[in-house]
């Protein structure tokens, strides 16, 4: 199969299909109602999928934003694969090609090039969310991500059949929860629809919405050469991810937020790592770094004023500005 339409049947089965079943879920959900082992299914599976994107996925494999033990690297290959959003060397090697050409044209999930007013910005938005994962030209990973390739637990991790592989168990997981509390089919149903399917299709567009949204609407205190953003609205569901123009200021940083008001559990989930001996050599930086890459001298004066160190200035841009 070559790679156009292995994204194709990537995009039917991972993103088509979990946003059908989510709708039919609610569906099924409303008539069977949800007990609380549902509840602690949808949790569980939602925080260990986003610890896997945010933490794994995202700081770690595009980034290398920490240092971590061998059995830890796998086990976060695992948990962000039962997220669907493709495997550990696509998933980095778009983004760091992301980084590398963000918003501009050769970007491949920008939402700034779908053309001008109200209905560009709607397609743009649509096509960062999701559209873009139809047909894209995949950025050469020897180029962008060669060390993925060169380390035997990733490539063993993510070839396409045990990716598959952990998608499934990702719906299986809170199904055999549920079924095996209650001892019936119907509850592996509530947990298979609410932890499985349901909470892979939130977590999904929980991280898509920081390709659109947050390079689209938000604040952005500092200058990242492209329109990323800081959006407080979701940075709890996506672990600390929204404050993007944070991180696109310093890509390297464990820790997104720059203020004390700026939650970022992920850094916290790094932290409480780091004091077990799983994680070490957490970067972040310094409010010398902040304060030089800091919009303007007025966004600085408004900062110290606010008597927020090296954070975010309380000005707002919108897109294109
Ligand atoms: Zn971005
Ligand atoms: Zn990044």
């Known amino acids: 199969m070559n790679i156009s339409a292995m994204q194709k049947r990537h995009f039917i089965l991972l993103d ?8 039919l879920g609610i569906v099924v959900l409303a008539r069977t109602g949800v007990q609380a082992v549902d509840l602690v299914g949808l949790l569980l599976m939602w925080f260990v999928t986003v610890v896997g994107i945010e933490l794994g996925y995202h700081r770690y494999f595009s980034h290398q934003a920490f240092q971590v033990r061998p059995w830890l690297k796998g086990l976060l290959v695992v948990f962000a694969s039962m997220g669907g959003q493709g495997s550990v060397i696509a998933w980095a090697t778009n983004h760091i090609h992301h980084h590398r050409f963000s918003d501009q044209p050769q970007d491949t999930h920008t939402p700034l090039h779908s053309g001008e007013g109200v209905l560009g910005r709607l397609k743009g938005f649509l096509h960062a969310q999701v559209l873009w994962k139809w047909s894209y030209r995949p950025p050469l990973p020897d180029k962008f991500a060669l060390w993925l390739y060169r380390d035997p637990i990733i490539t063993r991790l993510s070839k396409t059949r045990i990716y598959y592989g952990w998608v499934l168990l990702g719906l299986a997981l809170p199904a055999a929860l549920s079924g095996l509390w209650d001892m019936s089919w119907e509850g592996a149903l509530r947990g298979f629809l609410l932890g499985g399917v349901i909470r892979l299709f939130a977590t999904q567009q929980g991280t898509f919405l920081i390709n659109s949204l947050c390079h689209l609407a938000g604040t952005q205190p500092y200058n990242s050469k492209d329109n990323s953003r800081n959006n407080a609205g979701f940075a709890l569901v996506t672990l600390g991810g929204a404050w993007h123009n944070n991180h696109h200021a310093f890509p390297k940083s464990g820790k997104n937020s720059h203020a004390w008001w700026q939650i970022d559990y992920g850094y916290g989930v790094l932290k409480v790592a780091e004091q077990l001996g799983w994680v070490w050599d957490i970067h972040t930086v310094s409010q ?12 600085i004066t408004k900062t110290r004023a606010a008597g927020i160190s090296g954070g975010e200035a309380p000005h707002e841009n919108t897109a294109g500005s």
């Open 16 to 23: 088509v299909v979990p946003f059908l079943g989510a709708l």
């Open 288 to 299: 010398e770094d902040r304060q030089r890459k800091l919009k303007s001298a007025g966004a």
